[in-house]
């Protein structure tokens, strides 16, 4: 797999590659901080062509027939599982996590392109009754010129995400990856662009992010923003958005919470905890992170959740037997030191983990803190790390509590083998997603997002499109010979 070369990072516009900008900024591997590409910085010029390739790329691509486009779809979709094992390459090299997760999220990438594929051939329209002599029909269109911004932890699903529904709905797009896995957005558009693509309806630029949210955001070529990121940036983003009244689709951050009932095999639930919490190193908005455990069990899941965790091989994704390779950059390692100093400081204790792995790279051991209070900064700061916080309740009442006490509400987690609290739990959850003896997240068949702070609208499933176009309603006189 080392094999295969870090692929050049260049901007992308109107269907030409470039990469001889001045500026830029280097790319690290995180898993020993080896620099192994650059970014090449779009200017105000580049950044102009840009949006004036994507409002000749819309007008083009959206007379394009739906069936067209779902060939399109499923054409790209397929270029993508025939390259996965370059995509997994990129992704462990740029982002860190092991090459397993690296191809899981190749296969659940290509998944939504074809859902979108199918989906945009059943967007209907209607024809509604009226009073009148004549015909009221409401058709769907496209919203026009898409600005997508896309986070470093899941480099290839959150871009598939946005451009599938964008071009699925009919629209251009213009994308800013993350600059610490930019590569992985670079190879995807290319599998568009060998697909026939037309030029100009995928844009990507790199630089600073506000310079060009900024710049993108406030153009009248723009129609619609989405977002996968932070909520700091998701409110910075919806601002901007507000000024021009244009629809923002925002996926945001969780702090997910883990309610488990005292009726529940421990060391079961604490196998399956190990797996969900430190895949991708914890950084996943939809990561478990507060667990909430009865007094009954409490002991027994702690002791089993912190040998799992203790048991797992920390090191370079590209090694065999990897159970999580590093965080992205050095400021998560920071970040997860202060969060544990400070709940430790307010008596929690460290179960497992708890310290730094290693004289390069940045990794941190799979770290569990037992009798967690409610006053820890990490309690209500999302920790976006390999960062577990258990503490004891009496009741799943108390749990619905805590857990429905924070600014955001994006997965949740249910264990119980009462069926009636199962129904309980799931509907006064505050989230816009529930699992119930599970840690699954939902696939490209069903939507994903969140309430509160975390996020507007939905990515996925039947309302998948729905952020990306608008209604129009016809009104047809009927006119006698």
């Known amino acids: 797999m080392t094999d295969y070369p870090y692929p050049r990072v260049g901007l992308l516009i109107d269907g030409e590659w470039i990469y001889d900008r001045p500026g830029g900024e280097d790319i690290v591997n995180p898993s020993d901080e080896s620099v192994i590409g650059r970014t090449t910085h779009a200017t105000e010029a580049d950044l102009d062509r840009a949006l004036a390739a994507a409002e000749r790329g819309f007008a083009v691509w959206r ?10 779809l499923h054409r790209v979709a397929d270029l993508v599982r025939e390259r996965i094992e370059l995509f997994a390459a990129t992704i462990t090299r740029e982002q860190g996590k092991p090459l397993a ?30 009073a009148h002599p004549m015909q009221q029909l ?64 995928i844009n ?88 909430l455990i009865h007094r009954g069990v409490y ?16 090191g370079d994704g590209f090694e065999e037997g990897i159970g999580m390779g590093p965080l992205v950059n050095g400021r998560r390692v920071i970040e997860m030191e202060r969060l544990v100093a400070d709940a430790v400081a307010r008596g929690a204790r460290i179960a497992a983990g708890g310290r730094r792995v290693g004289n390069r790279g940045h990794f941190y051991a799979p770290t569990v803190l037992a009798d967690v209070p409610l006053d820890a900064e ?71 997002g969140g309430v509160k702070e975390s996020g507007v609208g939905r990515e996925g499933g039947e309302q998948g499109l729905d952020a990306y176009q608008v209604t129009k309603t016809v009104l047809k006189q009927m006119v006698r010979a």
Request: hydrophobic fraction near 50%; include cysteine; charged fraction near 15%.
């Open 63 to 72: 007379k394009v027939s739906p069936p067209d486009r779902s060939a399109l």
């Open 101 to 130: 997760d690296a191809r899981a999220e190749v296969i659940r990438s290509a998944s939504f392109l074809d859902w979108d594929a199918e989906q945009l051939l059943r967007r209907y329209g209607r024809i509604v009754p009226s």
């Open 138 to 201: 409401v058709v769907r269109e496209p919203v026009g010129p898409v600005a997508a911004f896309t986070p470093w932890n899941v480099p290839l699903s959150a871009p598939s995400r946005k451009i599938s529904g964008s071009l699925a709905a009919g629209c251009s797009v213009i994308i800013k990856p993350a600059g610490e896995t930019p590569a992985t957005t670079c190879l995807f558009a290319q599998c568009f662009m060998d697909a026939g693509l037309p030029p100009g309806v």
């Open 204 to 291: 990507i630029v790199h630089g600073v992010a506000g310079d060009i949210s900024t710049k993108l955001v406030l153009s009248p070529v723009i129609r619609m923003v989405t977002l996968t990121g932070s909520v700091g940036v998701g409110k910075q983003l919806s601002r901007l958005a507000a000024e021009g009244v244009k629809p923002a689709l925002m996926e945001l951050g969780g702090h997910a919470p883990v309610l488990i009932d005292g009726d529940v095999d421990p060391a079961n639930v604490a196998a399956q905890a190990v797996v969900a919490k430190f895949r991708m190193a914890g950084q996943i908005c939809a990561s478990p992170t507060r667990f």
């Open 299 to 314: 002991d027994a899941f702690v002791t089993a959740f912190a040998a799992g965790a203790d048991a797992l091989t920390v």
């Open 378 to 448: 990490a309690m209500w700061t999302e920790p976006f790390g390999p960062l577990a916080l258990c503490t004891p309740v009496d009741d799943m009442d108390q749990a619905l509590r805590i857990a429905n006490d924070a600014h955001v509400g994006l997965a949740a987690y249910v264990f119980t083998n009462a069926i009636d609290k199962v129904d309980h739990l799931w509907s006064e959850l505050h989230c816009g997603v529930v699992a119930t003896n599970s840690f699954a997240v939902s696939g490209a068949e069903a939507e994903f």
